[in-house]
């Protein structure tokens, strides 16, 4: 056993070639084999011995496994979530949602919460987290990664205000089941064009069902935002997560629909984010037409 400080060192040089993030992915395998938070584990480093099982841990990552499935946990909005190779690891870009549920429900807190696709379910437990006097329902269609989200809300203390639904929105009819009135409707369904090459720790460690949809990645919002109307109250949102090329086609989607559309970057700067509103001017201009 050596010091645990030059162990990182040498380890973070190692996974320079499969990481953008070499020093973190150490920093977190470290504190993980160590069984203590990254901050304890930076504050005592000098008097710390590297402990046994890092070098497997080094290992692994170095073999592109994310570091979120070699310990088991992914921090999201401020919070621990449990994650798998059943779920989407949450991305810190998808956090932009949560920032403009919290803008835009600054006034008037939303009562019901809808998450299309909730995986490991960080978007809506994040949520609920927020808005304390919440309700949320998540739809999901694999059983494996609603049992992960059912986990995340009893280990969050939010299983009470959480409801989870198998559900498939390819099938017809899937609404039905999920209710209506939400006044905050929060999706980051799959978006990947089939032909797109992903990095290999996402395209070899990742569920494929929660990341492709179809020869352009539009498949998914082709159905979901024609059922928004079903879903979303009078004075609701919805907040689409869209990959960083994708915002004119899914404008297109939600304007067809009836929508205005709003569009934020992530902290990258990259496209990121539609806000869809119903277009409450319609019915008037209607009226007096
Ligand atoms: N942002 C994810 C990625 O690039 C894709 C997430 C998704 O399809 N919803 O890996």
């Known amino acids: 056993m050596g010091n645990a400080a030059r162990a990182l060192?040498?380890?973070?040089?190692?996974?320079?070639?499969?990481?953008?993030?070499?020093?973190?992915?150490?920093?977190?395998?470290?504190?993980h084999a160590l069984r203590m938070?990254?901050?304890?584990?930076?504050?005592?480093?000098?008097?710390?011995?590297?402990?046994?099982?890092?070098?497997?841990?080094?290992?692994?990552?170095?073999?592109?496994?994310p570091v979120a499935?070699?310990?088991?946990?992914?921090?999201?909005?401020g919070l621990d979530f449990q994650v798998s190779p059943d779920v989407l690891?949450?991305?810190?870009?998808?956090?932009?949602?949560?920032?403009?549920?919290?803008?835009?429900?600054?006034?008037?807190?939303?009562?019901?919460?809808?998450?299309?696709?909730?995986?490991?379910?960080?978007?809506?437990?994040?949520?609920?987290?927020?808005?304390?006097?919440?309700?949320?329902?998540g739809i999901e269609a694999s059983a494996a990664a609603?049992?992960?989200?059912?986990?995340?809300?009893?280990?969050?203390?939010?299983?009470?205000?959480?409801k989870f639904l198998l559900l498939d929105w390819t099938l017809p009819d899937w609404t039905g089941a999920v209710g209506h009135d939400y006044d905050l409707l929060l999706a980051n369904p799959p978006y990947v064009a089939t032909g797109v090459q992903?990095?290999?720790?996402?395209?070899?460690?990742?569920?494929?069902?929660?990341?492709?949809?179809?020869?352009d990645g539009l498949d998914d919002y082709r159905i979901i935002i024609p059922a928004l109307a079903q879903l979303l109250s009078p004075t609701g949102f919805a907040l689409l997560e869209i990959g960083y090329d994708q915002a004119i086609p899914v404008t297109q989607l939600a304007l067809d629909s009836?929508?205005?559309?709003?569009?934020k970057q992530d902290l990258s700067g990259n496209d990121r984010l539609l806000i869809l509103r119903p277009e409450k001017g319609l019915g008037f201009a209607e009226a007096t037409r």
């Open 37 to 65: 938070e990254r901050s304890q584990l930076l504050l005592k480093l000098p008097d710390l011995q590297c402990p046994a099982e890092f070098d497997a841990l080094i290992a692994r990552r170095q073999r592109s496994e």
């Open 198 to 215: 992903l990095a290999t720790d996402v395209a070899d460690f990742e569920p494929r069902q929660a990341l492709f949809a179809g020869k």
């Open 258 to 263: 009836g929508y205005s559309v709003e569009l």
């Open 69 to 77: 499935h070699i310990i088991g946990i992914k921090e999201f909005w």
């Open 89 to 137: 690891i949450p991305r810190p870009d998808s956090e932009l949602l949560l920032e403009e549920a919290v803008r835009l429900h600054a006034d008037a807190p939303p009562a019901r919460i809808l998450d299309l696709g909730t995986g490991s379910g960080a978007l809506l437990l994040a949520a609920l987290h927020e808005f304390p006097d919440a309700q949320g329902v």
């Open 9 to 31: 060192r040498e380890a973070a040089q190692t996974l320079a070639e499969i990481s953008d993030t070499p020093r973190l992915d150490a920093e977190l395998l470290m504190a």
């Open 146 to 162: 609603l049992q992960i989200a059912h986990n995340n809300a009893d280990a969050l203390g939010l299983a009470d205000r959480a």
